[in-house]
Every structure is written in C-alpha cells, then in structure tokens.
C-alpha cells in the first residue's frame, strides 16, 4: 500500500493540474515568455560546447547535429515568440501544457545523448566543458520552467538523472564526486521548483481573491447605485432616478419628438394615514404603486416622488386626447377601493400633464408645468387629470406677478384688515368679528385674498403676512370695547410652526389683550400638512386661554375624526351646505346633524354664507342661530357691532 502510494505521489508530480483554470493560464502566460529564453539558452551553449571539441570529436556531433539541434532551438523560439495563445480557452491552454511536457522530456533526452556521447572525445579539460555544459544548462532550462513543475522535474530526472547515473558508474573519484553533489543538488532543486511553484499558486490565488473582492465591491457599488435611485417602500424609481431620467429625455429628444411628464396625487391618502396608522398608509402607497405599474407597462419610467406623490415619463402617447385617456384610466383605477390587511378604504388621484416640448423645453419647466397642472386638477376637479394649456401658463404668470407684487410691497402700508359680524339672530346681537385681509397692491390694484393667499403659501411668504396683519389686528383691538371678540385666520403653514404660535400668544401678552377675546381660525389642509405639528399648537393657543374654529368644516375627508381628536371651540360649516339648503332635503338632513352634534359637544357652531332671507329662516328651523354672510353685513374696515334690526332676525 505504501508502495502504490509513492508510485502514486510520483505520478502527480508530472500531473498537469487542471483544477484551478486560472492557474492554467498564468502558467501558459509566464511560459510563452521563458520558453524563447530557453531555446536560445540551449543553442548557445551547445554551440560553445561544439567549438571547444571542434577537430577532436567527429564533425556529425560538433557541426552536423548541432545545425540540426540549433534549427529546433530557432524554429521553437520564433514559434513561441509569435504565437498568440487564446488563455481564454482553457482547452487551448491545456494542449499547450501538454505540448511543452512532450517536449520538455524529447529535448532533454536529445541533447543529454548529445553531450553524454562528446564526452568519450578530447581530453580532461574538454570533458569538464561536458559536465559543465550539462550541469549550467539544466540549472537553466529548470529556471526557465520553473512555473511549470511536470516539464521542469522531466528535465532534472531525464538530465540530472542521466548525468549521476553517468558519472556515478564512471570508476574516476572525481566524477563520482561531481556525481555524488549533482544528486544532492538536484534535491535541492527540487525543494527549490516546489517552493516556487507553490508560491507562484499562492500569489494567482490571492489575485484571484483581490479580484474577486474587487468584483464584489463593483457589484456593491452597482447594487447600492441601483438602491439609491430606487423607493424603499414600493419599489419603483425615486425621485432622484425621475430627475436623472427626465434630463437624459430632455438632451436626447428632438424637438419634433415629443412625451409627457405625469404628476399623480392621492386625494385623502393623509387621512388615512392619520386614522388607520403608517402600516396602512404605506401598504396603500404599494398598492397604488402596482396599480400604476400595470397600467403604464415596465417600459415607462415610474416614480414615487415622496409622500403620496408619484410621478412618470410617457413616451407612448402621442397626442392630448389620448394622454387624457390615460389620465382617466389612471385616475379610475386608484379610485377603485384598496383592500388592505385589515380594512378597506377608497381614495380618489389627481393628475397632471406637461408635454415636451409644446410647454416647456427643460426638465425643470416640465416638472412644474405638471405640477401646476396638477395643482389645478386638486383644485378645480379632484379626481380628473389635467393636461397643462396655454391658459395655465396665463395663470402661472400671474401668480408670478403676485409672488414678485408681494415681495416688493409694503405690507405694512398695503395690507389691511375689514371686518365681518357673526350673529345670534335670536338675541340679534353680534357675537364675533371675522378679520378679513385685503391686499390694495401698488403694482398690481385690489387682490382677492383667493388669489395672493395661496400664492403666498407656496412661496413661504404667508408667515410675513400673518405676522403683520395679526398687528394690525391687535392694534384696532386696543380701540374695542373688551367686550368684542374677534376671529383671525391661520394658514396652514402658520399653525404647524410653534414659533409662530409662540409670538402670537407673546404679542396678546405685549398689548394686554384678553387672549379669550381671540378665535383662531384654521382649516383641515393644516392637519393634512402635519397632524401632529397641528394638535401641538392648538393645545399651545387653548392653554394659554385663546379659542379655536375648525374653518370650512364638512368640505374635507375626515373632518369628524379631527372633531373628536381635537379640542375645537367653534365648527364653521361652510357655505358649500348652505347654499343647497333651499329645496334640498339631503342639505337640511346634514346641516341639522352638525349643529346637533355641536350642541352635544358644547362647541358653538357658525353657518357661513347666508346671503337670503330663505336660508336664513331653514337654519332658524333647523336649531342654528350663529349665522355670518353677506345678507346681515358685508366686510368693512370698522367692525360693525349694532344688533340685528328686527327685519334680520329670525
């Protein structure tokens, strides 16, 4: 058994390796530069070893066969030199090694006959060129095929095999000796080809590793450029991805080639957000997401912008009728309800479109066009796509006059304040003034509050106007009877800053005012922002004694829910209601239904809008008495404070 295992080791020794590819190939690199070496090594030195025996040896050794053996040497070394081995092809590698094993064993046994066979010619000195000769050429053409461990131990047993067993058996002490340090150093060698070899494995190893590595750091590096252009949540592109890709259509398109940018909002998904929880809101946000996906195909580029907004670049529509198409479908389909894991809800979407280059030539122009377009759908027909016209550039000039108008005024001077009563029609007396602001610009006349209210929103001005009107309105308190109390509008944006709400209570301490005397008005767009911010700040203005209206109340998607989070002290029912109610049994259903939830909750409950006789005596009917709109007084710039003439009230 250990025998065959010797035998077996030995064998593995002239065993070309085949279990490491790349192995193979820096083999066959490293060889077709030392193999050319080799072959000139060789001619060299049999040359030098011909000339020193020319005369005495017979010339078919010194001149014919070294013509012969110097041809191979030329013709090997010029092939070597010009072959270009495909390391691709480990096939191809693999005969190459197995060629060169061939003729590593062929040629050692050709030129140590060669030798061997010179050395019974000339005298001592001659006879050591022999030994010479063999022992420096081996020692070379070993170095030369050192990368190569089967050919390179052909070459030490074939040569130095021969050459020991030569000398070993010649009878002279000497070449026994010669003999005797060969075999050693052919050990030597030996251990020497195996180290090398094994360092030369480890070094291809630890390339092929520093490769690897370096492979899976690009893939990483990919991976995580992939995740960053893409929505964690849902799965699509983000904002970032919409951005890039926008500006490559832009740079790529034509101008006679066209697509559209679509702008998508979900209409009520932050009341359900609020009320059911973020699980909820964002297994809506992936549901909405797939729906999107199966509509507008893999091909088109779709996004999730942030929030509940998406967003998508068209190429396939062509012309408006059938991107209006398309809107509508997209805007039926998210309307349809969503099963989520433990409830069913319904939502509506909003759409917007931008087409290039009839509306804009620059992704930034394009985003906004759709996002106007999108603004305008939210606005004007929730639920229904929107594709941008020349008339919303006329709208969106205008607000840019608006925006640069308020910049360049002087609030201060420009801005003022008309009051508005609210009634008890059945004492007649007035329980409250609305303060109303009016806005006499210098460049640009009278400007509806509608119109510079929410330009200043989307601009971030509407802090600097809150603060100078509420100002205004202390300072026309501090001639009042304390008797007066007055109603002051919040936007959306004021109430979700506590540094706003903050001063507001600091400048009613300034001035000594009964904070009592003061109602904040706000609208459920400002818990659509942030609920939570919001519900901060109405507990900070209740605490410190000042009250609080929910303004246009039944008009939003979860009004009742922030009736019965929140601590309001007034509900405004907006005029949306009042105006039906003549006629309309569903109005008057509703309208009684809030004011008898406001007398069950201890809040006081105004009805806007009244502007006739007849709605007037229904809301009289219908139980509600605090009543405000143009048929009892219209806004002015003094508060109007007499009671009710008896043809007013009720």
């Keep these: 058994m250990a025998v065959g295992k010797f ?19 820096a083999q066959v690199q ?57 390391i691709d092809d480990i096939s191809v590698c693999l005969g190459h090694l197995r060629r060169i094993r061939v003729l590593a064993a062929t040629v050692s046994v050709l030129f140590t006959a060669w030798a061997i066979t010179m050395f019974d010619y000339g005298d001592a000195y001659q006879q050591g060129h022999v030994a010479y000769f063999i022992s420096i050429t081996v020692v070379g053409c ?28 010649s009878g002279n002490e000497v ?18 080809i195996r180290s090398f070899y094994a360092n030369f494995a480890g070094l291809i190893d630890t390339q092929l590793d520093l490769e690897e590595q370096h492979q899976t750091t690009i893939e990483l590096s990919r991976q995580n450029e992939a995740l960053a252009l893409i929505d964690p949540l849902t799965g699509l592109s983000n904002r970032r991805a919409f951005f890039t890709h926008l500006d490559e259509m832009v740079k790529r398109s034509e101008p006679e080639k066209t697509f559209a940018v679509a702008m998508i909002d979900l209409d009520g998904f932050k009341p359900v957000n609020d009320v059911h929880g973020h699980p909820a809101g964002d297994e809506l946000l992936m549901q909405a997401g797939e729906r999107l996906r199966r509509i507008l195909g893999e091909d088109t580029l779709l996004a999730r912008l942030g929030g509940d907004e998406f967003g998508a670049v068209l190429t396939k529509q062509g012309d408006a009728i059938e991107l209006i198409e398309l809107g509508h479908h997209l805007c039926k389909a998210l309307n349809q309800p969503f099963t989520l894991s433990t409830i069913t809800v319904q939502v509506s979407a909003s759409l917007g479109f931008a087409t290039y280059p009839n509306v804009a030539r620059s992704s930034n122009g394009l985003f906004e066009r759709a996002d106007f377009a999108l603004y305008h759908a939210k606005k004007n027909c929730p639920g229904e796509p929107v594709l941008f016209a020349a008339h919303h550039e006329t709208l969106i000039r205008h607000d840019s006059q608006i925006e640069q ?43 509806s509050p509608g119109t510079f209210f929410p330009v200043a929103e989307k601009t971030g001005q509407v802090n600097l106007l809150t603060r100078v009107l509420f100002e205004k309105l202390l300072a026309d308190m501090m001639h009042w009877p304390n008797s007066v109390a007055v109603s002051f509008n919040l936007s959306a944006r004021d109430i979700v800053l506590s540094d706003t709400v903050e001063w507001l209570i600091e400048q009613i301490r300034n001035r000594k005012l009964d904070p009592a005397r003061l109602t904040f008005e706000v609208t459920e767009t400002a818990f659509l922002r942030d609920f939570a911010a919001a519900r901060t700040s109405i507990r900070y203005l209740r605490e410190h004694g000042a009250r609080i209206a929910l303004d246009d109340f039944g008009i939003g998607y979860s009004s009742l829910r922030y009736v019965h989070e929140l601590e309001f002290d007034v509900l405004k029912v907006d005029r949306s209601f009042i105006t039906p109610l003549p006629g309309n049994e569903r109005s008057r259903r509703i309208v009684k239904t809030v004011i008898d939830m406001c007398a069950n909750l201890g809040i006081d409950c105004v009805l806007e809008g009244i502007e ?39």
């Excluded at 003022?416 to 006349?445: C, I």
């Excluded at 007849?614 to 009671?643: K, N, S, W």
Aim: with cysteine; aromatic share 10%.
């Design 7 to 25: 035998w077996q080791h030995v064998a593995d020794i002239f065993k070309i390796q085949t279990e490491k590819p790349e192995l193979i190939r």
């Design 612 to 650: 006739t006789e007849h709605q007037r005596d229904e809301i009289t009917v219908l139980g509600g008495c605090l009543m405000q709109g143009y048929f009892f007084a219209r806004p002015a710039p003094e508060p109007y404070l007499m009671p009710l003439s008896d043809s007013l009230k009720s």
């Design 30 to 86: 490293a060889l077709s530069r030392q193999i050319p070496v080799l072959y000139m090594l060789l001619l060299a030195n049999a040359v030098a070893l011909a000339y020193t025996h020319y005369g005495d040896a017979p010339d078919w050794l010194t001149v014919y066969a070294v013509i012969v053996l110097g041809t191979v040497c030329i013709a090997r070394a010029i092939a070597w030199s010009r072959a270009r081995v495909d």
């Design 142 to 169: 070993i170095f030369c095929l050192v990368n190569f461990p089967p050919a390179a131990m052909l070459v030490v047993v074939i040569v130095l095999g021969t050459f020991v067993m030569f000398f070993g058996l």
């Design 405 to 447: 108008a308020l910049r360049k005024a002087d609030l201060s001077k420009e801005l003022t304040l008309h009051y508005q009563p609210v009634f008890d029609v059945k004492s007649g007396n007035v329980v409250s003034v609305e303060a109303l602001a009016r806005w006499d610009s210098v460049l640009m006349g009278r400007v």
């Design 175 to 192: 070449y026994v000796a010669i003999a005797v340090n060969m075999a050693l150093v052919s050990v030597m060698i030996i251990q020497i």
